[in-house]
């Protein structure tokens, strides 16, 4: 787990940091954002300042660790202090099984969602996530379809 990530990191901007010495050495990844409405007109979409990943071998953690450990963040000026810990939920397939039912896999934005990289054998919790994912959008798209002619 990763904490104290400063607001204004987006997906994009923490997978470009990490991926500058561990590129294709994780298999999840999942940075949370806050969508409270902050009036009527706009949602705040930062993110919550910590962010989950799960290593495909766990020797990558302590490169990982020294790396990232008490190190200030290179962006924005922040005073944050990065903290690696270990996360109440360990491993690829229990990450997956922990959101395979939350509200964020319905989200639209693949960048809202939690970053699941497909092994060579896909499991079945990850086909389970995209039949879901792909089910619940399929959904939304026709509820929305039905407003629209209703309107």
């Known amino acids: ?3 104290n990530i400063p607001n204004k990191y987006n997906y994009d901007m923490m997978l470009e940091t ?20 902050i009036s009527s007109l706009m ?21 990982f660790y020294r790396r990232f450990n ?16 270990y996360g109440r939920i360990q491993g690829r397939e229990e990450l997956c099984k922990h959101f395979e039912t939350s509200r964020i896999i319905q989200q639209t934005d693949k960048r809202n969602r ?3 990289l497909p092994k060579s054998n ?3 919790i990850h086909i389970l996530i995209e039949k879901q994912v792909n089910f619940h959008l399929i959904q939304k798209n026709k509820v929305n379809e039905t407003k629209r002619n209703s309107n």
């Open 1 to 3: 787990m990763i904490k």
């Open 18 to 37: 990490i991926d500058q010495g561990f590129k294709g050495e994780y298999d999840f990844f999942y940075l949370p954002i806050d969508f409270k409405v």
């Open 43 to 63: 949602k705040n979409k930062c993110n919550m300042g910590y962010a989950f990943i799960n290593f495909i071998n766990s020797r990558t953690i302590g490169d």
């Open 70 to 85: 008490r190190k200030k963040w290179e962006s924005f000026n922040s005073e944050k202090i990065c903290e690696i810990t």
């Open 114 to 116: 939690p970053l699941i």
């Open 122 to 124: 896909l499991s079945n």
